[in-house]
């Protein structure tokens, strides 16, 4: 080992005795270099069983009663991580009660309802204590832990319906109780990693010395001395768990309402509550016999989630507010580093809410129907007889509904507050010298005595992380929020043709504003120069664009930009810093310190990083003017990222469809056809992780906030083309059909009653996640921005010459050239998102059922089913290999003549489920 770290022998023997249990077969995982994945069957047992009683009942001529009643008792083993992990079970078992009443009165008809449902589910986990893993190496479980939860909803609703002459009048209300009790033991352990990217450099300092040993002499036997590592990350992940030190350990706390610590293992228990109340009216208006008009007006009331025992914290300041305020000072040229303060809140401890009362969600919509009546002609022609053809359209405003994934996921992820976290900070830990990692020693290994970890004693309100540039990695919520709008509209032509048939065309369109996304609420500044007008994306990408054509840091000329906002012994305080040491020659000026970070050779080997890892480089500068008693430039310095669920997301969808029906006795089919685009500016759900699989778990993520409208491309789940058509046909056979209507009851038994249903669908491929800088982060600190192509991209899915599928892979396509052809982005920059498409789908589904009338009575039915899903098994590849060096591009691939790796955009998965079989039967009566 080129390291003063060495091996470490208990982690030699870990991944001896993994790669002995677990040998590898599966070269769509790992880096078919040091690591290879494994595959193997689970078994994953289902139980469920669904029960549900109802009774209708009238009371009198104008008054009718029902009550429903529904319980489920579903048992699922989940698939075991590897063999021998446990394998986690899930409990299912919700319950609900619906009770109605209608009373009819002339024209008047008044519906209630009550409705109570109470979902309840345990997902037992795979891990019961502390989580050790070998990033991006090995883990002996999928490192999940127990939750339980118990959701009661009850839900009242009345709703009137007054026809008076042409007007048909509607109003009514709904009122929704909801609870969210959680029992959780997601913080209950520590967690441990040896993680390449936390060591300082960002993984730099394990391969600094692989690389200057090849830059000199090239591998043994090998004739290409002086030539980059094929992939940097390959050497980085298994040099770091060959070290077997933990570079990034957190160490979970939990306390009680009254501020005492929990013991290491005790779980989380929450009860989150909320309650909506909405009114609607609506008149619906036959202003002619082919002509109404609609129009409605809704208001929805929703009180922001709370946790009713007093567990609930938020920072005293909105972080939208703090955001902006880091934008206003960055464009002057300074950095807002007011500190970030958390207190108690919520109506339990007396405090203001999650986030603000939203009373405006009014909600109108209009609608218009009408039915073209004309006698001859060009527009007889084209709407047919009189009741044949309707144009409808319609417009609304509608508001989401949003709180209760948002108060779980503040409450399991922010790290001050009842549940609160040490995590080392990135770049704490080096390979040399006295600043090593602590070792592993077995799995299972507790965090809580590690270097740095102050057991945290009695809660004192208000709390705060250290002002010191540890560049932590963090979760929030903008208190700022305010409920997502939706503007919808509609226009549609259904026409009847002949023989049962019916045309429907329609062009929908929506606009969301508002929506919910995650944002670094302290995202790095985009400073600003006041004297020469130059940000700090322009002056930086002067530097990335130097840097990739290599040329050597003596010849960087002065930019304005950093002689005006940064001392001119930058240098100096760069040399003298006993936490930076860097070593760099005297006469550099401060651009050529920036420069040098970033543009390590033979020549310059002191340089922090070898890639753009420009969001280092900053937190580097601001570490020597914090450390120099300074003003810093770049970064909040109690945090790298604090990653905030906001309502600032952008989305719009427009869609043309064409729908065919055909309505025959014993035939009825569908034939539909969209054409789409939706675009936004982040896709996700409020409880979805990145597909980058970044360490605070972001779903709809918008990489640089500072510029958010650069995140606007296709949404994850558009389909540009979608088709797809079903068909039932009731064989003409039997007792009563078309043929043997008069048969017997055996020739019936036998020949009549068979059905043949079927559906197919066909469709265009979803994006692919983009590839990304591996390993590099130019514009986010936590995560990585997509890498640039420098030519026209198609996608060629298909197998390569060696046999694996790639999704670059096939004919037409040269691997090679495309890995090369990237450039990694510069400072500000993310990137192109969602411009690659995963191949094609297309599935037919076939069912043949069988009906029996049973001898006793005609009302008594068996029917047996054989359904048959994916007939002819195709197999159409989906989800690629994103692992650093599975769809991450290496340091200037294209400038360094580097190939890329075995897995570079393999294919790991099939999209939809091989053929499956299901036979089934069903007794009506």
């Not at 795979?126 to 339980?148: E, I, W």
């Not at 009137?160 to 029992?183: K, M």
């Not at 610590?261 to 989150?272: K, M, S, Y």
């Not at 909320?274 to 002619?288: C, H």
Request: net charge neutral.
């Amino acid at each position: 080992m080129y390291s003063d770290a060495g091996i470490n022998p208990a982690a030699l023997s870990a991944l001896a005795d993994a790669a002995a249990k677990y040998p590898a077969n599966d070269t769509t995982q790992g880096d078919s270099l040091n690591t290879g994945g494994f595959r193997f069957n689970a078994p994953t047992p289902i139980s469920l069983n669904s029960h549900i009683a109802r009774l209708d009942y009238a009371l009198t001529g104008t008054q009718t009663l029902f009550a429903r009643v529904n319980v489920i008792h579903d048992h699922q083993t989940l698939a075991e991580y590897l063999p021998g992990a446990i394998s986690p079970q899930v409990w299912n078992h919700p319950r609900g009660l619906a009770v109605g009443h209608t009373w009819t009165h002339g024209n008047i008809v008044n519906s209630a309802r009550y409705g109570y449902t109470r979902q309840a589910f345990t997902q037992g986990g795979d891990s019961t204590g502390n989580d050790v893993a070998f990033r991006f190496v090995f883990q002996p479980n999928n490192q999940t832990h127990t939750l339980s939860r118990v959701t009661p909803v009850h839900n009242i609703t009345d709703d009137v319906s007054w026809t008076h002459g042409r007007h048909t009048l509607q109003f009514g209300a709904n009122v929704r109780l909801i609870s969210n009790h959680r029992t959780s033991f997601a913080n209950a352990f520590d967690s441990l990693l040896t993680n390449p990217s936390f060591y300082s450099g960002a993984g730099e300092s394990l391969s600094s010395a692989f690389q200057a040993y090849l830059d000199a002499n090239g591998l043994p036997g090998d004739e290409n001395a002086g030539q980059s590592l094929n992939s940097v990350a390959q050497i980085q992940n298994a040099a770091t768990a060959l070290i077997g030190r933990f570079s990034q350990y957190t160490a979970n706390f939990t306390f009680n309402k009254d501020g005492s610590l929990l013991a290491p293992g005790d779980p989380t228990i929450r009860n989150f509550a909320t309650q909506a109340y909405e009114e609607y009216v609506q008149d619906s208006w036959k202003i002619r016999p082919h002509l109404t008009v609609t129009l409605g007006l809704r208001y929805s009331l929703e009180r922001p989630v709370y946790e009713t025992q007093g567990f609930e914290v938020q920072p005293t300041i909105p972080l939208g507010t703090y955001f902006q305020d880091r934008l206003n000072a960055a464009a002057q040229g300074q950095n807002f580093v007011d500190p970030i303060v958390i207190n108690r809140s919520g109506p339990a401890n007396g405090g203001k809410p999650l986030y603000n009362w939203d009373k405006n969600n009014f909600q109108p919509r209009i609608a218009v129907a009408w039915s073209p009546s004309y006698s001859g002609g060009l527009l007889h022609s084209l709407f047919g007889d009189s009741g044949k053809s309707v144009i409808r359209g319609g417009f609304a405003i509608t508001n989401d509904y949003y709180g209760q994934a948002l108060a779980v996921d503040w409450d399991l992820n922010n790290t001050l507050g009842f549940t609160s976290n040490y995590t080392t900070p990135a770049n704490t830990y080096d390979t040399s010298g006295s600043n090593l990692a602590p070792l592993f020693t077995g799995f299972n290994q507790g965090g809580h005595d590690l270097p740095g970890v102050i057991i945290p004693g009695t809660l004192q309100f208000p709390l705060s992380q250290p002002v010191d540039e540890a560049g932590r990695i963090e979760t929030s919520v903008d208190s700022n929020l305010h409920a997502p709008t939706e503007y919808v509209w509609n226009l549609t032509y259904e026409r009847q043709l002949r023989g049962g048939m019916t045309l429907s065309v329609s062009y929908i369109g929506r606009a969301g504003r508002s929506l919910l996304a995650r944002r670094d609420a302290v995202a790095f500044n985009d400073l600003r120069d006041p004297k020469s007008g130059m940000d700090w994306y322009t002056a930086g990408t002067i530097l990335e664009k130097q840097h990739q054509k290599g040329i050597d840091t003596s010849q960087i000329a002065s930019i304005p930009f950093f002689d005006n906002l940064f001392p001119a012994n930058l240098v100096d305080l760069f040399n003298n810093d006993p936490n930076i040491a860097a070593g760099f020659p005297s006469n550099w000026t401060p651009t050529q310190v920036f420069y040098g970070m970033q543009s390590r050779t033979p020549a310059n080997p002191f340089a922090f990083f070898a890639g753009n890892d420009w969001t280092d480089a900053q937190k580097e500068i601001d570490i020597a003017l914090f450390d120099a008693g300074l003003p810093t430039k770049f970064s909040q310095p109690q945090y790298g990222a604090l990653s905030a669920w906001s309502t600032i997301a952008n989305s719009n969808y427009h869609a043309l469809t064409v729908s065919l029906r055909q309505r025959l006795s014993s035939v009825v089919m569908d034939f539909n056809y969209t054409y789409s685009h939706s675009l936004d500016d982040a896709s996700g759900l409020q409880t979805e992780t990145s597909a980058y699989g970044n360490l605070n778990g972001n779903g709809a993520f918008i990489v640089n906030p500072i510029r958010q409208a650069e995140n606007y491309a296709s949404s994850d789940f558009d389909i540009r083309h979608l088709i797809n058509a079903s068909g039932v046909w009731q064989m003409p056979f039997g007792r009563g059909r078309k043929y043997m209507s008069g048969a017997n009851g055996f020739e019936d038994a036998v020949l009549g009653g068979w059905q043949l249903s079927s559906i197919y669908r066909w469709n265009t491929g979803l994006p692919v996640t983009s590839p990304f800088d591996d390993a590099r982060w130019a514009t986010n600190w936590d995560v990585q921005a997509n890498v640039t192509p420098t030519m026209l991209l198609h996608t060629c899915p298909n197998r390569s010459t060696d046999g694996t599928p790639k999704l670059f892979g096939g004919s037409g396509c040269n691997l090679t050239a495309i890995y090369q052809s990237f450039r990694n982005a510069y400072p500000g920059e993310v990137g192109p998102r969602n411009y690659l498409r995963y191949p094609g789908y297309m599935n037919v589904d076939i069912g043949l059922a069988k009906s029996f009338k049973m001898p006793w009575s005609e009302k008594h039915q068996l029917q047996l089913r054989w359904d048959v899903f994916n007939v002819a098994n195709l197999q159409r590849f989906g989800l690629i290999d994103t692992s650093r060096t599975g769809i991450g591009v290496g340091r200037d691939p294209g400038l360094r003549g580097l190939n890329p790796p075995a897995n570079w955009s393999n294919f790991t998965e099939i999209q939809g489920q091989p053929r499956v079989f299901q036979v089934g039967a069903r007794y009506s009566f």
